[in-house]
């Protein structure tokens, strides 16, 4: 932290806040604290970097003049209404949701972002209530996801590496995807020049947001709400037939429907939908030997390699 | 980490958060900003040394100092300019809107409109939209959720139906709930299981039903936070994996990785003998040998079956791996 800038910046916005017309650099340089001598240079250039920073925080710097006729006389102000946050009126429910929303990115990438918003919104009258008994995180704890995030809210192409360094890739990004915890970034690949999804835990290294704000354009919400889509199971196309023994595996039982085809003693045949030949297999040889997958072949085969992998292994106790 | 931008960002919702509360605790307002005490009491010296231009007494923001380090309560005047927060920018408005996404998932139904509304407020706060995010979670079924809450603010003792655990049998626990939780994108009844008379988890879309027993539940205090269970009970197996399966490595807990190994935590030994099952060929316990005796006796005992059964002529075996 540097108190003097945060003084010099803060003291910045509340005499442009103040002014009834726009005022100029000299002005300012006489009445802010923080200003005073310093070189016509370092001045300018402080000045520059102050401006800069006030308007990525979202504060609207006017620039003008006072006098129509003698345009040279450029100043700056900033116009209350502008500024300030709107009247914000939230019904007691929506309090409660978000009092728990509050809570969402405890000690997250996005921590920050989340309670300078909460801030104004408590600045502006809003009591944020908790029972504690609902806590929702979505994780996302690397330094990638802010800047991401920001970049996204700004329009900056992003640039990082991925899987390795030196596999470098340039995004405009478009949206960001969680999925059971996992972060993910979509948006335009600028090098393969086609829509690409990306692990943001894959990133390696740091995410670099480029200049220029407003580089592009984001389309519509239903191309990232499709992304999205894509990373859930596929629809249920098939049907297997599984013997499950006993009352094991019943989330498999729930799922199917008892099947009129002959099992194994001590096991009954369910038919069971499913969406892929990977993810039922995983399912029945995960289970096993409790559930036994009876057809079609593709699915038996897929579980049977997985096991016969496994039972070709010795014991621990076959090895001394 | 705080910068000097968020250092301005902030005291420009503080300023006007504590001129309207006068008295207001450090404490209280230290919660309400997710700040330590030391953060803001340095962002109070700092509002202490602004103003108006012109420097005088007159002009400067007035923070009773000694009342802040006496007393500990906080009198901010004379920031009449600051009266008002600066408006939301877009990324903080996507930011609290995924945050209520993420809520929503969790919720019970009565909520969703809440949820909603309060969303849709948000989208207007600000002079561009905020970054789109689709959120996903398994959080089980609606019914379980409202049971859950009702039981969870009516502080009611339940009975679950729960579909287990790794062995995959049917339990009907009887439990006093306290809190609603998400890890790694699954949603968990944190709850006191009365028969074991100790804290248990249970995920929420392997619950089937909720059933109140007409009891009144216990204040058993708080459940104590997951990473504590897992250091508790945990046992560290080393994994060969292939690259196909190094997915692994982001959804379960790991202690290390070098080359293809990877060290897991392991609380149950048979969600162990279930990975290694459906891993096959793609990863291989390499220590201790013995934690992978469970999954191989598994596999042999299954392959066997398969063999035996396809003998009876239903089903022919197809021969050789895919």
Known sequence: ?????????????ICLLAARRYLTREKIRDSVE?????????????????????????????????????DDEQGYRILPGDFELPPVEFTQAEQVVLGIAAHVFDGAALAPQASSALGKLQAAGVELS???????????????????????????????DYREPGLTRRVEAWGVLVRRGVWYVYGLDLDREAPRMFRLSRVAGTVEALEPAEAYELPDRSVVEAAAASLEPTAVTDTAVVAIRGTAAPGLRRRGSLASVPAPEGYTAYAVPYGSVQEIADQAAGAAPDVLVLGPDEVRDATLHRLRAVAARPLSTELA | MSTSADQVARLLALIPYLQARPGITLADAAAAFSLSQKQ?????????????????????????????????????????????????????????????????????????????SASAKLATMSWQDGPMAVVSMVTGDE???????????????????????????TTTPVVDPAALVVRDGFAYLEAWATDRRGWRSYRLDRIIAVDVTGEKGEDHGRPPLRDDWLSDAASEVTLRVQ????????????????????????????????LVLRLGAEAEVVDPLAAQ?????????????????????????GEGPV
């Open chain 2, 293 to 317: 005796d469970e999954a191989v006796l598994a596999a042999r005992e299954a392959v066997a079956r398969y063999t035996t059964w396809s003998g009876a002529g239903d089903v022919v075996p």
């Open chain 1, 1 to 13: 932290m540097a108190p003097r800038k945060t003084e010099r910046q803060l003291n910045l916005v």
């Open chain 2, 143 to 169: 019914s379980v959720r409202q049971s859950l809450v009702d039981a969870l603010e009516g502080q009611r003792r339940v009975r679950l139906t729960y579909e287990g655990g790794a062995r995959g049998d």
């Open chain 2, 243 to 274: 690259d196909s399966a190094w997915w692994i490595t982001e959804n379960y807990p790991t202690s290390a990785t070098a080359g293809d190994l990877v060290t897991l935590q392991v609380v149950d030994p048979a969600w162990l003998r279930q």
């Open chain 1, 130 to 160: 908790t029972t504690g008994f609902v806590q929702p995180r979505l994780g996302g704890d690397d330094e990638a996801v802010s800047v991401v995030w920001e970049a996204i809210a700004g329009r900056r192409r992003i640039r990082f």
């Open chain 1, 34 to 70: 923080g200003y005073q001598g310093l070189s016509d240079a370092a001045f300018q250039r402080m000045f520059e970097r102050d401006k800069d920073d006030l308007r990525d925080l979202g504060i609207p710097i006017e620039t003008g003049s006072n006098d129509s006729y003698f």
């Open chain 2, 40 to 116: 803001l009491m340095a962002d109070l010296w700092i509002a202490f040394m602004c103003g108006l231009p012109g420097g005088m007494p007159g002009d400067l923001i007035e923070v009773d100092m000694d009342a802040v380090e006496g007393e500990g309560v906080i009198r901010l005047s004379n920031a009449d300019i600051l009266s008002k927060p600066l408006r939301l920018a877009p990324h903080e408005v996507g930011t609290l809107r995924l945050a209520l996404q993420a809520v929503r998932e969790i919720a019970a139904p009565e909520s969703y409109a809440a949820i909603d």
